[in-house]
């Protein structure tokens, strides 16, 4: 299967921003990791990361064709994404939401995504753990269709 994790806005930084928060980890750390363990279960994953929300609808378009599912971290868009959700929508792509934080045990405005409802399912509050948690059960969910 070909996978893709798709990170949004200030995620490039992960390692340096907000280490209580988001951890030690920068991407290419959790990249490497994810790369390693798809390769036990014969899969391929690719890493893509934008700061801007159009980046992150282009990224999901781009997708469409020849990737089987998303394992998708949008950030702050997730919050305020409309354009994000209708590309979900549009592309059919099958989508796991991911976030390192618990986002319900932090500020109210986090409390919401405008994604939940058109995604498979939701991993968050396991930290860098959660990306191989979101391809497993991303992998698990397309072993079943
Ligand atoms: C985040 C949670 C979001 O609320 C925040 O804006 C982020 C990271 C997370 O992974 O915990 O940028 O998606």
New binding site residues.
Partial sequence: MKLLVLN????NLLGEREPG??GAASLADIEAECQAFVSTFGSSVRFEQSNHEGGLVDALHGARHDTDGVVL???????TSIALRDAISATRLPVIE??????HA??EF?HTSMIAAVVVGII?GFGAD?YPLALRALHQHLSKK
Avoid: F, K, M, V
């Fill in positions: 949004g806005p200030n995620l928060i988001y971290n949008a950030g702050a868009y997730t919050h991911l976030h390192l934080s618990n986002t932090r500020e986090r968050q959660g």
